[in-house]
């Protein structure tokens, strides 16, 4: 079985990023942090989840993200499943965040997007069946 294990995004702003994703996932903890080089650049990094998978953020990033309404080539987002997407979403508008797309929900998912602090495009969705079959429809 494969299942991802991280995601790493380099970010202009290491703690605007924690904040959103400590309200989206209070049970997460800072798994590691540190001083580090990249490629001649010196970088701050800290590792955020639990004992499976995490964030891995890393700051001194450049430029900006790629338009989310356009065709670049890039990352489009990223999902995480919850078993409650209702709760997930009232933690971020109650904190500030606003959502981005409702999402489409239908009678086997309902999902919600929301643009992190660096413009990184991140989709949770929660499946209200276990058939496959009906999730991927």
């Known amino acids: 079985m494969l299942h991802i294990e991280h995601i790493n995004l380099v970010v202009s702003d290491v703690p ?6 400590q309200t989206a996932f209070p049970n997460w903890k800072i798994r590691d942090s540190g001083e580090g080089d990249w490629h001649g650049k010196s970088r ?11 964030i891995a953020l890393s700051d001194n990033g450049e430029g900006s993200n790629r338009d989310l309404a356009g065709h670049q080539v890039g990352l489009a987002h990223f999902s995480y499943v919850t078993s409650n997407v209702d709760r997930i979403v009232e933690r971020l508008v109650d904190a500030g965040y606003e959502v981005s797309n409702p999402g489409a929900h239908g009678p086997f998912r309902k999902n919600v997007y929301f643009i992190d602090p660096a413009g990184f495009e991140v989709e949770f969705v929660e499946y209200l069946s276990d058939d496959p079959a009906e999730r991927n429809h």
């Not at 955020?48 to 998978?53: A, H, K, L």
């Open 16 to 21: 605007a990023m924690l904040a959103f994703y």
């Open 44 to 54: 701050t990094w800290l590792h955020f989840g639990d004992d499976f998978s995490y």
